[in-house]
Antibody, heavy 116, light 108 residues
Framework: QVQLQESGPGQVKPSETLSLTCSVS?????????WGWIRQPPGEGLEWIAS???????FYNPSLKSRVTISVDTTKNQFSLKLTSVTAADTAMYYC?????????WGLGTLVIVSS | AIQLTQSPSSLSASVGDSVTITCRAS??????LAWYQQTPGKPPKVLIY???IVNGGVPSRFSGSGSGTDFTLTISGLQPEDFATYYC??????????FGQGTRLDIK
């Protein structure tokens, strides 16, 4: 079955860049659908960040667009997220997910803490 | 951007009760709405999509209804594993999506 797994540093310093990768298995990213990142601050709700198609087409949450880049590497069957100039407000569980209108499946998530 | 407002933000109920959660969209999204269940430490799981279609493997006690701007998720006959947080999500503007703020369902 389709599985997604997030990877990246668990801690990032304020003002630096957060970089995460989502590895997909059981399905080729080139097969279609959008692939996205969603985050959840501790004890709070879900926030969509960005989505990418295998062609490289991208969509961003307007509230984060100036700081976010999402990209795809079909050769590695991965997609990635970069978030610049992070602050404590960016501390969250970051999930990657396949987006078929609904988001399914999801990775288990990776907790990123912004702290010096 | 389309905003989704869930109510209530939290509620308490007992095993066997029936509960209803409401999701209101800031503009007409036809039936482009999904409901998710999230338990602590886990990613969300799709329960309902297209407002009323129950996802495979989801118990029949879960049902969804609505169209346009007003939607409901009903759980009939709560089971212990149903105590969780529920989110609505619109995909009318797919792949740009938005979530409601969540409804926490606790055991009374």
């Amino acid at each position: 079955q389709v599985q997604l797994q997030e990877s990246g540093p668990g801690q990032v310093k304020p003002s630096e860049t957060l970089s995460l990768t989502c590895s997909v298995s059981g399905y080729s990213i080139s097969g279609g659908y959008y692939w996205g990142w969603i985050r959840q601050p501790p004890g709070e709700g879900l926030e969509w960040i960005a989505s990418v198609y295998h062609s490289g087409a991208t969509f961003y949450n307007p509230s984060l667009k100036s700081r976010v880049t999402i990209s795809v590497d079909t050769t590695k069957n991965q997609f990635s997220l970069k978030l610049t100039s992070v602050t404590a407000a960016d501390t969250a569980m970051y999930y990657c997910a396949r987006q078929m209108a609904i988001s399914d499946p999801w990775g288990l998530g990776t907790l990123v803490i912004v702290s010096s | 951007a389309i905003q989704l407002t869930q109510s209530p933000s939290s509620l308490s109920a007992s095993v066997g009760d029936s509960v209803t959660i409401t999701c209101r969209a800031s503009q007409d999204i036809t039936t482009s709405l999904a409901w998710y269940q999230q338990t602590p430490g886990k990613p969300p799981k799709v329960l309902i999509y297209d407002a009323s279609i129950v996802n495979g493997g989801v118990p029949s006690r879960f049902s969804g209804s609505g169209s346009g701007t007003d939607f409901t998720l009903t759980i009939s006959g709560l089971q212990p594993e149903d105590f969780a947080t529920y989110y609505c999500q619109q995909f009318h503007t797919y792949p740009s999506i938005t979530f409601g703020q969540g409804t926490r369902l606790d055991i009374k």
